[in-house]
């Protein structure tokens, strides 16, 4: 959907509009395959950069909260249902891990890996769930400000930095598409390290 258009579905509902956009922000954390690329760019295009970014921190946060709790109270199973379960035991693995908030922080971080689905697997793991939301909100921040920035841009008609941001934007994404692994297989391999010491 264009930003315009998505602009004109928040507008059309007034003062309850912020009320849905937050809606559709939790509703795409919650149910992960949703893109939030495009919510988040049509949050800046809509709301500028500002509140923009916080409206949207705001829904990432809910929508984590739901995730994390519906994992916690459903189990294994919920989860298992949507990742592969050699990556699933895996990533729980390495949020368990001794340093698990570390871990948690690089993961959320990491350009490519599905932040919504980590929300998921964080609720298997016994790390503290303020800590974990805490986590999740600054290393999500990078990433959710710059789709603002685009958004923002985009609905100012500044298409040279728009198209510039965009183009950093998608480099950062191959870049985190290709190193992910090896910067997992890094984590993994420490992890190992230092039960092997213990």
Known sequence: MEPSKFREIIHSYGYYGVFVFLFFQILQTVIAPI?????????????GVWLGTLYLLIGATLGSVIAFFASRLLGY????????????????????????EMVTFILFLLPGLPKDILCYIGGLTPINPLRFFIITIIA????????????????KKNYFTTAV???????LSFLGFFFKDKVIEKISVHKHHKTEIK
Do not use: D, H, T
């Open 35 to 47: 893109p939030g690329e495009v919510v988040q760019i049509a949050g800046g295009f809509i709301y």
């Open 77 to 100: 199973p919920i989860v298992k249902a949507f990742v592969p379960e050699e990556k699933l035991n895996k990533f729980i693995q390495l949020m368990q891990s001794q340093k698990a």
């Open 140 to 155: 999500r921040f990078p990433a959710l400000f710059m789709s603002v920035y685009i958004g923002a841009n985009l609905q």
């Open 165 to 171: 941001i965009l183009a950093i934007a998608v480099l």
